[in-house]
């Protein structure tokens, strides 16, 4: 057996026996026999911290030796009950080792272990996914929401099925909803309040798939995922920091079935059939904030790993960006018009370096000449006096500008990759800002409404 499948059998042995919370005699005889069946000393279980369960899974179901995962499941169930009683928290890691490591396992699955900052809801919360809108399953959630919902709810797990959140959103009053969601983040501007309210309303289970779990919450996991049960199945840390794990079960047109035989084989290893069922439910201008509830508007109010556009003002001597609400601070008109020529520059950059070789003087010159001039039609777009502008050419003019936009830009923490928005110098020493053009839009006298960069006055200007 390879190192790696007994750290990973570490790793999940640790957590079956942490999931109830309660460590017994049992247990410790149990992880001893484990240990000397699979070879598993002190630093084994040093380095099994610092995989996460998810990795640990993987690791088992995708390895070569015959029958290790079989084994291993015997293992883990005689752990789970070697006390003598098999928890609620117990089960749920159980039923994620039986789909995952069962060779005769009829369903897709696999585990997901994510940082549990970045998403993070009630342990037992089921969540209908999806890549792109399959017609033939949601039809059939819709058709057998009830039944699929009550199947859950009786093993204790609670479905969430997007679409029907959403509806119930829209047959609030907009008057009312958006009074709750300027309550619930009222440094909000009253703009920024219809946007989330119709960004709210539009909302998905695709769009929250891609947009909000993906984007935002950077689970690039379920980037490509097929229709699936996203199930919380624990909390637990990898090293000091705390994850999330979550069992992905793939799903079709039966889902009734799929659910009505997972909730079997779950309710099968309880030891007890006595446990807490959520069963409170939204109601006519009653709405819930907590668990998934919460952390869905929770997205859309405290806008964190948020992709914006930025939208350049000249005429008012702003930058904003719009998605999160917020304008470039602490910076003067000459940093701001660096910022906007970077943008109109592209992948071109602002290139100071000094060519080699003879006769490469002029050509320098020249190159530096050029964007002096760019940057002065800018500088007076903003307001400046032209023939007043900062000269870039000179090194100890153009650092300054550079390092007080650098630390300003660095502050826009609630941007999804803020490092794309802030100005970078790689090896090739040229000056970028890596933020996709098609994201900037600029206001021109001509236009009522913003325009994108490439068709504005300020890009005519910088070229």
């Known amino acids: 057996m390879q190192r790696i499948h007994r750290i990973a059998i570490a790793r999940i042995f640790s957590d079956l026996i942490k999931a109830d919370r309660i460590i017994d ?143 119930h959103y829209r047959r609030t009053e907009r008057e009312l909803f958006c009074r709750i969601l300027s309550f619930l983040s009222p440094s ?93 439910e939204e109601k006519d201008n009653q709405f819930h904030y907590h668990g998934f509830y919460k952390q869905l508007l929770d997205i859309f109010l405290v806008r964190r790993n948020v992709r914006s556009h930025i939208l350049l003002n000249p005429y008012t001597g702003e930058i904003r960006f719009p998605d999160i609400d917020t304008t470039l601070t602490g910076v003067h008109r000459r940093e701001r018009a660096l910022y906007t020529l970077l943008l109109c520059r592209g992948d071109e950059g602002l290139n100071f370096n000094m060519p080699k070789g003879k006769g490469t003087r002029a050509r320098y010159e020249q190159r530096l000449d050029r964007i002096q001039k760019q940057y002065a039609e800018i500088y007076g777009l903003f307001g400046g006096n032209p023939q007043l502008t900062p000269d870039l050419r000179v090194p100890e003019i153009r650092r300054p500008i550079f390092a007080c936009l650098k630390r300003e830009l660095k502050k826009l923490t609630s941007l999804y990759n803020p490092e794309d928005y802030n100005v970078t110098c790689g090896p090739d020493k040229i000056y970028r800002v890596a933020i996709e053009r098609e994201l900037v839009k600029a206001v021109d006298f001509a236009s009522s409404e913003p325009v994108p960069l490439t068709e504005s006055e300020i890009f005519r200007r910088a070229n």
């Open 25 to 167: 005699t049992g247990e410790m005889d149990c992880w001893q026999r484990v240990c000397d069946r699979y070879s598993i000393d002190s630093q084994v279980q040093i380095e099994a911290r610092s995989m996460s369960l998810g990795e640990a899974i993987s690791t088992i179901a995708s390895a070569d030796e015959t029958g290790l995962g079989s084994d291993l499941l015997g293992d883990c169930r005689s752990m789970t009950v070697s006390d003598g009683f098999c928890a609620h928290s117990e089960a749920l890691l159980m039923i994620a080792l039986k789909l995952c490591l069962n060779e005769n396992a009829t369903e897709n699955a696999e585990v997901i272990s994510i940082p549990k900052a970045d998403f993070n809801i009630d342990t037992a919360t089921a969540i209908y996914i999806e890549n792109s809108c399959d017609e033939e399953i949601n039809e059939a959630i819709r058709t057998n929401h009830r039944v699929i919902f009550k199947e859950m709810q009786l093993a204790g797990l609670h479905f969430i099925y997007l679409p029907y959140i959403i509806d």
């Open 188 to 280: 909000m501007t009253p703009q920024r309040i219809d946007e989330t309210y119709e960004k709210l309303m539009d909302m998905t289970t695709a769009v929250f798939c891609k947009d909000i779990l993906c984007n935002r919450c950077g689970i690039s996991a379920l980037r490509s995922t097929y229709p699936s049960l996203l199930i919380k199945i624990s909390n637990n840390f990898v090293d000091e920091a705390p994850y999330s794990n979550y069992l992905r079960i793939e799903v079709a047109e039966d889902i009734v079935q799929t659910v009505q035989a997972l909730v079997d084989a779950f309710t099968d290893m309880l030891s007890s059939d006595v446990y807490v069922v959520n069963s409170s």
